[in-house]
């Protein structure tokens, strides 16, 4: 089993900054990828940045230049840096952690955290 834990959600004023993040554990030989995706009331959930095993990332357009992600493959920890936050940033973020099993992948998910940007 792998559980994956979410924490740094917060409110915060707009232009503001928060650090979110996500450690998995439990039985894990290797994680191939780890990302961030978050969803809004009424909309889908959507990507906001990913980070590979080797530290390549991508990000969303909405969140280049003010987000950063980063990893620590030791601790099977990945971050969220988010800056310069608006409103609009408000969502439930969501950690992703791709765990290998072989040749087999799968996906875990956090129960999410909460960020609010207040204008």
């Known amino acids: 089993q792998v559980q994956v834990v979410e924490s740094g959600g917060g409110l915060v004023q707009a232009g503001g900054s928060l650090r979110l993040s996500c450690a998995a554990s439990g039985s894990i030989f290797a994680i191939n990828a780890m990302a961030w995706y978050r969803q809004a009331p009424g909309k889908q959930r959507e990507l906001v940045a990913a980070?590979?095993?080797?530290?390549?990332?991508n990000y969303a357009d909405s969140v280049k230049g003010r987000f950063t992600i980063s990893r620590d493959n030791a601790k099977n920890t990945v971050y969220l840096q988010m800056s310069s936050l608006k409103p609009e940033d408000t969502a439930v973020y969501y950690c992703?952690?791709?765990?290998?099993?072989?040749?087999?992948?799968?996906?875990?998910w956090g129960q999410g955290t909460q960020v609010t940007v207040s204008s």
């Open positions: 980070i590979t095993s080797r530290g390549s990332t």
């Open positions: 992703d952690v791709v765990v290998e099993f072989g040749l087999r992948l799968k996906d875990y």
